[in-house]
């Protein structure tokens, strides 16, 4: 069924209510293990089908944020979603306190209990008000962000739209560019605060009304880390600190070399290469047929996953006016569909992106047919392997978008990939900083987000900017505000594909067999798990960067960056 043509209908939340609390009566009242295994069957497709609702109203609204009917729509969800929660939560109770409890393990799997134990401690009826508000306060972020309409090159432009001026040889448009970007963030910065400041005391709230003294665990409670917390993300950071930012800051000088410029401005960073980044050698469609005849190539499994995307319409890739901005994908559950979403404009990212997220797709479309909906994706850390991964193992093909430019694209990809995780962590520091210092003021986050990027990003120079050099930065960046704790995920999953690349350099079918196993699995285990089923290191462990960082760096090394 095309995307187009799915129905869509908003559930009745009484009606829901009253049949899932039925059904929860049914499965307490059960006499045998059987027949709890087939209310959980009952509970699990009705669970399904609102969030598969759910999803096409969220999908549909960021295609279009200005559907006056699917953004009431996504407003209803915002306002009924905490109530379904609740509902989920008492279902979730009953399972891990239930007498059957062994057989259902045996017969859903031991993971399943151990996220619905986690579960169970960060949600109670008690803050379910504050969840509601929670989602409008997204919500109102969103759109302030896709408000955007910056008048640029005889335009007015979307902020993806301006992206493919950012990295231009002439220093003179990418600085305006990133002026003219900058700018919309600096007017509207105090509302960014306020929205930011809001977030945070009511997170705080929601943390403190469940007993935690901040919101740093309930946040890693609510990411269903199962087998980590703060401590391993610090020495994890540490490992970053003293292995990664050094090579990134070695091939940040050969950039600052390589384009020709005395000092590397915040403008300078996006531009890799004096001759321009490389970029895709056509439009939208033809990156799309291109992306089948690779997929074709690459397996029969991703042949059929890749055909069954192209010819269903799911794939909306083209940046336009009222479109949320960024990239993801999700999976529309009772279709078994997943869903690309993409904001092309014309760079180099319109090809990673669509191999990014055709890694969650994927994985989505390998692991569809799980009856329990928690497996349908990992949690984020370990999704993010299948994405990065598949960024890797479609490098054979990268000829088909790049033409002659392929290995200006091979290095400026893996040099970005190093260089990006810096960033990331700098992003989960913030992160920790803002939510165990909660009455700390905008003034004082902007502060602390500068100490971290001189700590991570030594090179960062925003001396011609105002609103960056006092601590303005991450304002863009969506995960700090929408997804608490998401992001050290990206650098986690980000160490092992560089592993995956290490391995398929090595043995491409052995890495391959490994990749596809990990994305069959789907949510079945917990991170540190499914990367040990993916014959992979634990970035927790000690010397796990270490391991992969020597190769790439030699890799880098080997090529003359100059003559690309």
């Not at 093909?397 to 430019?405: A, C, H, T, Y």
């Not at 990749?515 to 993916?534: I, P, Q, W």
Request: charged share 30%; glycine share 4%; aromatic share 14%.
């Amino acid at each position: 069924m095309k995307f187009n043509e799915m129905h869509y209908e908003r559930p009745d939340m009484q009606q829901v209510e009253e049949k899932f609390s039925e059904l929860l009566h049914q499965f307490n009242s059960a006499k045998s293990a059987d027949e709890q295994k087939r209310v959980m069957e009952d509970i699990n497709s009705l669970r399904s089908h609102f969030m598969t609702m759910s999803t096409l109203a969220s999908i549909r609204n960021s295609i279009d944020t200005r559907d006056a009917f699917y953004r009431d729509e996504k407003a209803y969800f915002d306002e009924v979603t905490p109530t379904f929660e609740h509902l989920e939560t008492l279902f979730r109770g009953a399972i891990t306190s239930s007498q059957y409890r062994k057989e259902l393990e045996a017969a859903f799997g031991a993971h399943l209990f151990r996220l619905a134990d986690l579960a169970v401690q960060f949600f109670s009826p008690e803050i379910i008000e504050d969840m509601k508000q929670n989602n409008q306060l997204v919500t109102e972020y969103n759109a302030l962000v896709a408000s955007a309409k910056i008048p640029f090159d005889g335009k007015e432009l979307t902020l993806s739209q301006l992206g493919k001026y950012v990295n231009v040889p002439d220093r003179s448009v990418r600085k305006a560019a990133n002026e003219a970007r900058y700018e919309f963030f600096a007017a509207h910065e105090a509302q960014f605060d306020d929205i930011y400041d809001r977030m945070v005391k009511l997170r705080t709230q929601m943390a403190r009304k469940l007993g935690y003294d901040n919101f740093v665990k309930m946040g890693y409670a609510r990411m269903n880390r199962t087998d980590y917390g703060p401590t391993e993300a610090a020495a994890f950071r540490k490992q970053v600190k003293d292995l990664i930012v050094p090579l990134a800051e070695k091939l940040r000088e050969r950039q600052r070399e390589r384009i020709g410029v005395d000092t590397l401005h915040y403008y300078d960073t996006a531009l890799n290469f004096p001759s321009g980044n490389p970029e895709p050698k056509g439009d939208a469609d033809w990156i799309v047929e291109n992306g089948r005849k690779m997929y074709h190539e690459l397996s029969p499994e991703t042949d059929e996953f890749f055909a069954f995307m192209a010819d269903n319409d799911l794939l909306d890739l083209l940046s336009k006016e009222g479109k949320r901005v960024g990239g993801y994908c999700d999976i529309i559950p009772e279709e078994k569909a997943p869903f690309i979403f993409a904001n092309f404009n014309g760079t180099a990212h319109d090809v990673t992106v669509l191999t990014h997220e055709a890694g969650h797709a994927f994985q989505a479309y390998s692991s569809r047919n799980y009856p329990v909906p928690e497996y349908l994706f990992p949690t984020s850390e370990a999704a993010e392997i299948h994405s990065m991964s598949m960024e890797f193992f479609t490098w054979d093909w990268m000829n088909l978008f790049f033409n002659e430019d392929t290995e200006k694209f091979k290095f400026y990809h893996l040099s970005d990939s190093v260089t990006t995780i810096p960033y990331l962590v700098s992003v989960d520091e913030f992160q920790h900083f803002v939510y165990e210092n909660p009455d700390a003021t905008p003034a004082e986050r902007k502060a602390a987000w500068r100490d971290i990027e001189r700590k991570y990003l030594p090179h960062r120079n925003y001396a011609e900017n105002e609103y960056l050099e006092r601590g303005g930065y991450w304002h863009q960046q969506l995960h700090i505000f929408n997804y608490p704790f998401y992001y050290i995920d990206y650098a986690l999953a980000q160490i092992c594909a560089l592993q995956f690349w290490k391995k398929m350099h090595d043995n491409r079918e052995a890495a391959w067999k490994d990749y596809l196993h990990l994305c069959k699995l789907g949510g079945t285990m917990s991170f540190v798990d499914l990367v040990r089923e993916a014959n992979l290191i634990s970035p927790f462990e000690d010397g796990c960067v270490k391991s992969v960082i020597g190769e790439i760096e030699k890799w880098l090394d080997s090529v003359d960056d100059k003559a690309l």
